[in-house]
């Protein structure tokens, strides 16, 4: 029987801690003390390792020494980045996209590799990236609001309303059955209703573990206006089924 996520999480935190009381361990002393076998041992050292949490040599594992919230805030940004590029396998070659304030959103712009596209954003962010030199990219126009740097109010507005994209990828706060997608700004909520009603293929919504079932103050659009949520194998299994119930389809990249 296939194990839980809540069950893996659980595995992989005990592994660690196992870690942080040894120098070092083979995969079959992991094996024996998490009473597991060594193949799902070494399954959860290559996702540890990926996430920069462990380091394995010489057929033995290590923990890799952080301190403070370093190891949790560099675990969120791989779950993040693997997030944004299954979100970016979507876009196609000539496509419009329409990106919001999310920094997971922004980060599908870095996998887009050779294709050539038309980026529309209320992101002023988007200019520190690199871009396919046959790309188009628009700033949507509007007031800055700092530290986010987003472009918001009625030049944002009346931007996205005169355009149309073939697809969108939308970051939020939250993302829950009671409240749909979320954000804790008013002003960019508005914003992201206009983009997902303005689009006229897939609205993507990437969202990791920490989003799903939590709502934030104001509401951008219902469940059913996703056709693919992106998260993560941490998420809620019972939310994510609550949101498939919906007619979303729902992509978990593992770790």
Known sequence: MKSSHKTIKARRDDLLELLKNETSLLVKEIS????????????????LEKMGLVRRAHGKAQIVQKTGTEDYNEEIEILKSAIA????????DGDTLFINTGSTALSSLKNLEDKRVT???????????????NSTVILSGGEIRFPKEALVGDIAI??????????????????SIENGITTPVLHESKINSLIIERTNGLVIVVADYRKIGFSSNFTSGKIKD????????????????????QGVQVIQVEF
Do not use: W
Request: charged share 25%; hydrophobic share 40%; glycine share 2%.
């Open 226 to 245: 996703i056709n693919y949520l992106i998260t993560d194998t941490f998420a809620s299994p019972e939310v994510i089924r609550e949101i498939e119930k």
């Open 158 to 175: 009346d931007s996205f309303s005169k355009m149309s994209s073939d697809i969108s990828i939308i970051g939020c706060s939250g993302l």
């Open 32 to 47: 024996q003390n998490l009473a597991v076998s060594e193949i799902t041992v070494r399954r959860d050292l290559t996702a």
């Open 119 to 133: 980026i529309v954003t209320n992101n002023v962010k988007v200019a520190n990236l690199d871009h396919n030199p």
């Open 85 to 92: 590029k299954k979100a970016a396998e979507f876009v196609k």
